[in-house]
């Protein structure tokens, strides 16, 4: 309103000056028209011009394969239109699949790969625009929901990303319990197809196709372990104690493995033992040395695997990091082990005493070999135990002790008969 008032009274001014002032109704009419198209301008923008959608920052593994992305409700895209008077916008896919542009129409994208909406803006484009091109980009990844079901710690409902793989989200449900079977987890897609993974290949074997991208509207479902199948009991050193199934021809290394046993620093690989009942419930034991070290030439019933059956008791002992030393000695007990060390090193540490019998008579008890040797210059390993023996005159004095407290009670006993 005020550029019309303004504009009239220039107007009537131009009609009633004289020549001289026709200059100053050029100017003023120039500036007139300058202000009137710099309001213009500003208020465009405003008319003409879309809000434009900042990208979120997104943790991609590598660069989207339009071929395999698959475009759904959400996705935004940066609509590009090269030419004369070309043009940048965005556009997101509506709730029902379809990306809207403007003066070419709406375009149904959803369940395409992103190189077919690529090229489904283009033909559309083509028909609308002789002279340019238009182009789609995605710029901004949609999020959606999905749903992660049975053996895991924290079941419901959950927002993903089309660039997050199934095991992430399992891990925000903190993770599959003991009960549940890594190897056969289900994706159930809302078109009702189902994938299996074995999440196990790929925690353990880096197996990405075990380790899907997922989709909108997936169920992931992680079924428990059947007990009426083949199960092995795990004890010992073990985080994940109890019972376990196994799969067929599965061995005891594949099986240590999938349950996270070499977790613990101090399981003694060279140890663990294996209880297998025969057909009249004997049990038998069986000795497994998983590192194949030489020890099979001392040992020939050593075996360095083992292939796990139903019914099978899985031990797993601990690595004895200390040496033990017991018998004549000021401060018996535990104590660290130092490679290179002697009986008589260990003996000097713990303390001699007076009633120490001979050197010669220490005796040894290797944990790994299970042999017992004798003599101050043994070779001490982890776990080992080392007994002092008590001097001959000690025993003897000991032995007069005991047997003068049984004659004094016989004493007395036939006294009290009298």
Not at 33 to 39: G, I, K, N, R
Not at 102 to 122: C, F, M, W
Not at 358 to 370: A, D, F, L, P, S
Request: charged share 25%; glycine share 6%; with cysteine.
């Amino acid at each position: 309103m005020r550029n019309l008032t303004l504009a009239f009274a220039v107007v009537v001014s131009c009609l009633l000056a004289a020549g001289s002032e026709s200059v100053i109704c050029q100017i003023a009419t120039s500036q007139l028209s300058s202000s009137t198209t710099e309001e213009k301008k500003e208020k465009l923008p405003l008319l003409e011009e879309p809000q434009k959608v900042i990208p979120l920052n997104q943790a991609i593994e590598t660069a989207i394969d339009p071929d395999e992305y698959i475009v759904d409700a959400g996705d935004v895209f940066s609509i590009n239109v090269w030419g004369r008077d070309g043009m940048e916008f965005p556009s997101q896919v509506t709730p029902e699949g379809n990306l809207i542009i403007g003066t070419v129409g709406s375009i149904r994208v959803s369940g395409k790969t992103l190189t077919e909406v690529k090229q489904a803006v283009r033909e559309a484009g083509e028909k609308k625009y002789k002279l340019e091109k238009i182009t789609a980009n995605l710029i901004q990844l949609r999020v959606f929901r999905i749903h992660i079901t049975g053996e895991v710690r924290k079941p419901g409902a959950y927002v993903a990303q089309a660039v997050d793989r199934v095991y992430t989200l399992i891990e925000d449900a903190e993770g599959i319990t003991a009960w549940g079977n890594e190897r056969e987890v289900q994706i159930r897609h809302k078109e009702n197809s189902v994938d299996t993974l074995d999440l196990f290949n790929y925690k353990k074997l880096g197996s990405l196709e075990q380790n899907i991208f997922v989709q909108n509207g997936d169920v992931i479902y992680v079924p428990p372990l059947q007990l009426t199948e083949k199960t092995v009991t795990l004890a010992g050193r073990a985080t994940q104690r109890g019972i376990h199934q196994i799969l067929p021809n599965e061995t005891l290394k594949n099986f240590l493995l999938r349950v996270n046993a070499f977790y613990n620093q101090d399981l003694d690989v060279e140890n663990i033992y294996v209880v297998r009942a025969d057909e009249q419930r004997k049990e038998h034991y069986i000795f497994i040395d998983l590192m194949g070290s030489a020890r099979k030439s001392e040992h020939p019933e050593l075996v360095d695997d083992l292939l796990l059956k139903d019914g099978d008791k899985i031990f797993l002992p601990s690595l004895k990091s200390d040496v033990y030393v017991h018998g004549a000695v000021q401060t018996p007990g535990a104590y660290i082990f130092n490679a290179g060390y002697t009986a008589r090193d260990y003996v000097g540490i713990a303390g001699g005493t007076i009633e120490m019998g001979k050197m010669e008579n220490i005796k040894v008890i290797h944990i790994r070999t299970k042999k017992i040797e004798k003599g101050p210059d043994i070779q001490i390993e982890r776990g080992d135990t080392i007994i002092v023996p008590i001097s001959f005159r000690r025993q003897f004095t000991d032995y007069l002790q005991i047997l003068s407290s049984f004659a004094t009670l016989t004493f007395a006993f036939m006294a009290a008969q009298r």
